[in-house]
């Protein structure tokens, strides 16, 4: 593996951990925002708490995690690799 691979590596995994902490601070957010919202119209149960901020936590992050791991995978480079092969594989079959 080259240097400027690995260089290019490396800051795509920067971007993706970033991008991850970022989705987490938005999903604890969106909790808070949620539960102050339930608490205003009397609705804020423990047990609706829990289960309202173990969903949206769980939306944000499956949601928001996928994106990051198709920047990951494009920043990366990862992409032009596997499309390099899948046509070298093409001319080959020809």
Do not use: H, N, Q
Not at 1 to 11: G, L, T
Not at 39 to 51: C, D, E, K, Q, R
């Amino acid at each position: 593996m080259s240097i400027a691979r690995s260089a290019r590596i490396a800051a795509a995994k920067s971007g993706f951990r970033r991008l991850i902490v970022y989705l987490a601070i938005a999903g604890v957010g969106m909790v808070i925002a949620s539960t102050l919202y339930l608490a205003s119209y009397g609705l804020a149960t423990p047990g609706v708490v829990v289960v309202v901020g173990i969903a949206e936590m769980l939306a944000v992050l499956l949601g928001g995690g996928l994106m990051a791991m198709g920047f990951y995978s494009s920043d990366s480079g990862l992409d032009e690799t596997v499309a390099g092969a899948a046509t070298t594989k093409k001319r080959r079959k020809r």
